[in-house]
Nanobody
Framework: QVRLVESGGGSVQAGGSLRLSCTAS????????MAWFRQAPGEEREAVTGRNSYNSDTEYADSVKGRFTVSRSRDNGKDTLSLQMNTLKPEDTAMYYC??????????????????WGQGTQVTISS
């Protein structure tokens, strides 16, 4: 069974940095893609960044380009997708979710294409 576990959220002032991590397990050598989404109160969940497992192609939402960087590592059979967030803004405040989709089917930025989700980690940026 696929499992995604996020960590690293918190509260910082505008201009600060945070790093999120998501550890994935249970894919059993099946190719998959991972992504970060976020959801602010009263808003729809939106894609932040996505990364393929087989060719390292990476996508970013326009709102985070140049400020956020995603990376991927593997250790003891588990993949970790990390999100380095710099120059944070109050509008980055949201619950951040890690997601994964088997076989990397469909567009990276649609929530409906993802079949596994983490529990979420809160990011709060004060002005």
């Amino acid at each position: 069974q696929v499992r995604l576990v996020e960590s690293g959220g918190g509260s910082v002032q505008a201009g600060g940095s945070l790093r999120l991590s998501c550890t994935a397990s249970g894919f059993n050598n099946m190719p998959y893609c991972m992504a970060w989404f976020r959801q602010a109160p009263g808003e729809e969940r939106e894609a932040v960044t996505g990364r393929n497992s087989y060719n390292s192609d990476t996508e970013y939402a326009d709102s985070v380009k140049g400020r956020f960087t995603v990376s991927r590592s593997r250790d003891n059979g588990k993949d970790t997708l990390s999100l380095q967030m710099n120059t944070l803004k109050p509008e980055d405040t949201a619950m951040y979710y890690c997601a994964a989709r088997a076989w990397c089917l469909g567009s990276w930025n649609l929530t409906t294409n993802y079949d596994s989700w983490g529990q979420g980690t809160q990011v709060t940026i004060s002005s």
